[in-house]
């Protein structure tokens, strides 16, 4: 990345402290700035101040879950073609069905794996960017 370029932001939707943090050291490792929010409501709050580059989003969250929240932002016409990536952990195929119908873009499953994250995140990233080509 040259020094010009803004520095992509990436914002996480996640309840669980330990895997926040193992999201956040992984985005960061790949050149993200990350972006916290540890329910729907503090995510729709960041939302006021940023526009991220990239959104994980758990899916399981106290309260309003994270399809519900998907949803809403794909209404969003600052976020309609911002990648959404669901972190589960199930990992039964109908969840990944209901992940995509939601207008999430990829799917990878908890717990969260440091050594092969980046990977299946830039695969999610690459996997859309040849939908969208398509389109
Ligand atoms: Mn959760």
Do not use: W
């Not at 669980?16 to 999201?23: C, I, Q, S, V």
């Not at 956040?24 to 939302?47: D, F, I, K």
């Not at 990977?119 to 690459?126: D, I, N, P, R, V």
């Amino acid at each position: 990345m040259s020094p010009s370029e803004p520095v992509p932001v990436a914002l996480i939707v996640e309840d669980n402290a330990d895997n926040m943090l193992l999201t956040r050291a992984v985005l960061r490792r790949a050149g993200y700035q990350a972006v916290e929010a540890h329910s729907a409501e503090e995510a729709l709050e960041q939302l006021g101040n940023c526009t991220p580059d990239l959104v994980l989003m758990d899916i399981q969250l106290p309260g309003r879950d994270g399809l519900s929240l998907t949803r809403e932002l794909r209404t969003r016409l600052d976020l309609a073609d911002t990648p959404i990536i669901a972190l589960s952990a199930h990992a039964m195929a109908d969840n990944q069905v209901a992940a995509a119908d939601a207008g999430c873009d990829g799917y990878i499953t908890k717990p969260i794996d440091t050594r092969t994250f980046g990977g299946q995140l830039a695969a999610a990233l690459e996997a859309r960017k040849s939908r969208s080509a398509a389109l």
